[in-house]
Structure formats: structure tokens, C-alpha cells
């Protein structure tokens, strides 16, 4: 048995279409439909089924990518403890996230790495996504970070790897010099005659508006929705309209105020996710305790 076979399934498996692996693993389509066809004549079973114009895989198929997943596993867990033995974890890490979290993780983890792990080197690109489109970035990096504030898991990262990075309230950011400036703290009943910038459906934060509609029974009225932190921070201080923000990045001189919002869920998880057999890598491994700041 072939362990390049194993591998192309559970990549296939993972992924979802040859396309998506021939572009995982910078090969043709082509390439990627000749290596099935040759797998299933030396095993002699179909591995996979024609569905729509793709490919799905057969119970076979799925048994094996199943076993694809455990050898990439063990081979992961030797090359680590390979690398614990020689006693300097090393190579190039992939990170990608949200700019957000990767602000608040990313410089303190590399001054860390500079002086207890120089031979590892991160390579950064920054995403911001809806939380469910994290998942699918797993397979072209070795960390992804993304935040829920409904679990530590997010949506659609079944089947992977996740470690609690930090924890992280989110406020309600006003400018200045707004009549609720002056307050502590702030309830949902206070909020629902506002102008809001919201961000893109789908996304974390959108999970808040939507409690505060719940528990008021009022619907807010969102006038815009926007990605970029920088730019909400920049709306927000020149207008009377209120934004969510986090409060650990959310810069202390940009003409805001942030403030707590009571009786609803307001805090995210921001966590690591990963491929199984990627989170076995030594080099992985430390990269992930110069991120963790405390859960």
C-alpha cells in the first residue's frame, strides 16, 4: 500500500475537490486524476464516485483517507520527537489570522522566538474572514487564528486541531466626546436607539448585535458594514455612531472610548487551528507557546 495513496485521499477528503488539492499541492488536476486512477487499480476497489461534475469519495476511499489522516499523524509525532532529540526545534511556520488577534499575538511571540527558538522562522498573512471560512485556510498554512464568541470552537473547525490562545472582551467603542462616554458601562436597553457600523454577516461580532436585539426585543439600525478595525475606529471618533471593538487592540490615543457591555456574552476566544498531524511539528509546538497569552 502505496502511503502517497493515503495522502492524496485524505487530501482530497479535506479539501473537497481535485481542483482544491491540485492547488494545495501545486499540481495539475490532471496529475491529481491520474494518481486516483492509479491508486484504485492497485487496490483494486473504487475510491471514488463521480457527483455533479466532481468527486466524492466511496466508503473505501473514506476508510482509507481516515487512514491517511493517522499516518500523517505518527509522521508528525516522529519528525517531533526527532526534533526534541536534536533539541532545536527549527524550519519555516505559516500563520495566518485575523489582523486583530495577530496584533496582539504576533510581536511578543517573535521577540519570544528570536531568543529561545532563532532557527524557527514565522511567515505572516493577515485574513479577515466570516468564522466559518477559517477552517479552509488549514490546509494552505500551518496556524490559522480566528476567534469565536459563541465557543472556543469555531464553526466549521471539526475534525481539527484547536488550542486557546487568549481571551479577549470586546466593548462598545464611542467617540469622545458622545453622550455615553461618561459611563462605566453600558446595558443593551442603552444602545438600541444608536446608529451602529456593524461588520459583514457571518463574522464574530455580528453574534453580539444580534444578542442585544434578542434580549430588547428592538432592532438596530445598522448603517454600514465594515472589516477594517482601523477604519471603524476612524468613523466612530469623528461621528456619533458606536461600533464593537476589542478592547486589548483597539489603539488607547485614537479618539475613543471603550466601554463594557453587561448582561450579554461579550467576550471572544481566540485560538489556534490546525491540521492533526500539523499540530504534532515541534517547531508548531513552540511557535504555539510564544503565542499563548493567558486563556
Not at 24 to 45: C, D, N, V, W
Not at 175 to 195: F, G, I, M, T
Not at 237 to 261: E, I, Y
Amino acid at each position: 500500500m502505496d502511503p502517497r495513496h493515503l495522502e492524496l485521499l485524505r487530501r482530497l477528503d479535506e479539501l473537497g475537490s481535485v481542483t482544491a488539492v491540485a492547488r494545495a499541492t501545486y499540481r495539475t488536476p490532471s496529475a491529481i486524476s491520474q494518481q486516483l486512477k492509479q491508486a484504485t487499480r492497485e487496490l483494486g476497489h473504487t475510491l471514488v464516485d463521480p457527483e455533479g461534475r466532481g468527486l466524492k469519495l466511496t466508503s473505501a476511499g473514506r476508510l482509507l483517507a481516515a487512514g491517511g489522516k493517522d499516518v500523517a499523524s505518527a509522521i508528525s509525532r516522529v519528525q517531533a520527537d526527532w526534533e526534541d532529540y536534536l533539541g532545536d526545534p527549527s524550519g519555516e511556520v505559516r500563520i495566518a489570522g485575523l489582523p486583530s488577534a495577530l496584533a496582539y499575538l504576533v510581536p511578543s511571540a517573535l521577540r519570544q522566538l528570536r531568543e529561545t527558538s532563532p532557527r524557527i522562522t514565522l511567515r505572516t498573512v493577515d485574513v479577515d474572514l466570516a468564522e466559518h471560512e477559517f477552517a479552509g485556510l488549514t490546509s494552505d498554512v500551518d496556524i490559522v487564528i480566528a476567534h469565536s464568541l459563541i465557543s472556543e470552537r469555531p464553526a466549521g473547525t471539526e475534525g481539527l486541531s484547536i488550542e486557546c490562545l487568549a481571551t479577549e472582551p470586546i466593548d462598545v467603542a464611542v467617540a469622545n466626546a458622545h453622550p455615553l462616554a461618561s459611563r462605566d458601562q453600558l446595558r443593551p436597553k442603552d444602545l438600541v436607539d444608536a446608529q451602529w457600523i456593524g461588520v459583514p454577516h457571518g463574522f464574530p461580532f455580528a453574534t453580539i448585535l444580534s444578542s442585544i436585539e434578542h434580549v430588547t426585543g428592538r432592532e438596530l439600525e445598522v448603517t454600514q458594514r465594515i472589516r477594517d478595525n482601523r477604519l471603524i475606529e476612524a468613523i466612530v471618533a469623528s461621528s456619533d455612531q458606536v461600533a464593537l471593538l476589542p478592547r486589548f487592540t483597539t489603539p488607547k490615543d485614537a479618539g475613543l472610548t471603550l466601554l463594557p457591555l453587561t448582561g450579554i456574552a461579550t467576550t471572544r476566544w481566540v485560538v489556534a487551528v490546525m491540521a492533526p498531524d500539523t499540530a504534532e511539528r515541534a517547531a508548531v509546538k513552540r511557535v504555539l507557546d510564544a503565542l499563548r497569552r493567558d486563556a
